[in-house]
């Protein structure tokens, strides 16, 4: 059997690490593919803000999936002779295909997004919030949060960011000079009503303006000034909504998989659709491919929303497949998993934060009629930390750095 892992992100690891602890028959060949050297753990990308912590990357080689690790892209993918080609030209065969190659940002659906926002999904993010306080000058200045469709990659990351602006100002004085503003397409993206709840509560005690409903249809610039036009999406409300000008623009762009994947795999919004329990590819008749991660869409049946794109998930997910993987060369019945879960802590600033805590397990074990349940309570933003540590010490036990942010 070749099983055969794209990607060795959050999900390719889950894959790795349970066929790992398997006993698998000796003719078993697993290859992971992944051109990049070093996993980027995007929840420390924010502790740059201030010179807390330099992001983490995790060396590869240090990893679940070193010992199955092909440094290498993968181009295309041959679903009929189930091959994968590589840049360079050689081709790898599978009997089963894990496709755990995460999202890209695509921001091509809104002209001028590129050129004029700052993508909050990409590492680096933090150097132009600090360009822009350096800067600041007198007179008011506006910091516009936009998400630009969803789903998209760690839900409550624009929030954050928000909230860090905010605690940044605070501390340097300016408060009164910045107005902060948060746009998102939907009325209110994770956690159900206890998260609405809670991280509006936050941006009212803040003074952090946020506008539901309210989708980009474009951005201009005049200078540095950006102006964004908006939609409602709001029903009964649809048509463009007054513009925001701000000076500074951060962005989730739209997101979608890479272009590896065939667009008979995908669903309109240009992810995978999978059965949400076994991630196996329920669309465009391909036979033993899996998908996890960022790149599917694993709809919950009794509530037609689809599990968040959030690395624990994507981990758990991939876990699962090595596990029915495993199973299946064992000549086992593939186990179904009964419980799918995850949690991690929001920064809210100055060392607050909220945790959110999403939990699908009555999901899981009764698809109809389960419904989800959601943690939302006041935390310390230490548990962040935590949280990547936790993970950094999952993915290379006993190799992994320590995450230790400044207070």
């Known amino acids: 059997m070749r099983i055969v892992i794209i990607g060795a992100g959050w999900g390719g690891q889950g894959v790795c690490k349970a066929l790992a602890a398997a006993s698998l028959p000796a003719d078993t060949s697993i290859t992971?593919?992944?051109?990049?050297d070093h996993l980027s753990i995007g929840a420390t990308w924010q502790f740059e803000l201030e010179g807390r912590a330099a992001p983490v990357s995790l060396p590869l080689a240090d990893s679940c999936a070193a010992p199955y690790l092909k440094r290498a892209a993968a181009s295309t993918i041959d679903y009929g002779a189930k091959t994968v080609a590589l840049e360079g030209g050689e081709v790898v065969g599978y009997d089963r295909l894990v496709l755990a190659c995460g999202a890209v940002s695509d921001p091509s659906s809104v002209p001028g997004l590129a050129e004029h926002a700052i993508d909050l999904s990409a590492k680096g993010f933090a150097a132009p919030i600090e360009?822009?306080?350096e800067a600041l000058g007198a007179g008011k200045k506006t910091v516009h949060v936009a998400v630009a469709k969803a789903p998209y990659k760690c839900p409550p990351l624009p929030f954050e960011v928000a909230f860090l602006v905010d605690a940044i100002a605070r501390r340097r004085g300016v408060r009164d000079r910045v107005d902060i503003v948060v746009t998102y397409p939907v009325p209110w993206p994770f956690g159900g009503p206890k998260a609405k709840q809670a991280f509006a509560a936050a941006m009212d005690e803040k003074g952090i303006a946020y506008r539901p409903n309210t989708k980009l249809v474009?951005?201009?610039a005049?200078?540095?000034?950006?102006t964004t036009t908006l939609a409602s999406t709001a029903e009964g409300a649809e048509g463009q909504v007054d513009d925001i000008t701000s000076d500074l623009l951060l962005a989730v762009y739209p997101h979608r998989a890479p272009d590896l994947i065939a667009p008979a795999l995908l669903n309109a919004k240009g992810s995978v659709p999978?059965?949400?329990?076994?991630?196996?590819v329920t669309k465009g008749g391909v036979a033993d491919v899996f998908c996890v991660g960022d790149a599917c869409a694993a709809v919950l049946p009794s509530v037609g929303s689809p599990i968040p794109k959030a690395g624990e998930f994507a981990y758990k997910a991939g876990v699962a497949?090595?596990?029915l993987l495993a199973a299946e060369l064992g000549g086992a019945e593939a186990p179904l998993p009964t419980a799918r879960s995850a949690q991690c802590v929001a920064e809210s600033g100055d060392g607050e934060g909220i945790v959110v805590g999403p939990n699908f397990d009555a999901v899981f074990r009764d698809p109809d009629h389960g419904k989800p349940a959601f943690v939302i309570e006041p935390a310390s933003a230490t548990g962040k930390v935590a949280w990547i540590q936790k993970f950094l010490d999952t993915f290379a036990p006993g190799k992994a750095p320590t995450f230790a942010p400044a207070a």
Not at 274 to 280: G, I, K, L, M
């Open 32 to 36: 992971c593919i992944d051109g990049a």
């Open 131 to 133: 360009a822009f306080f």
């Open 218 to 220: 474009s951005v201009a």
């Open 222 to 226: 005049d200078g540095a000034r950006k």
């Open 274 to 280: 999978v059965d949400f329990r076994t991630s196996r």
């Open 321 to 323: 497949v090595g596990e």
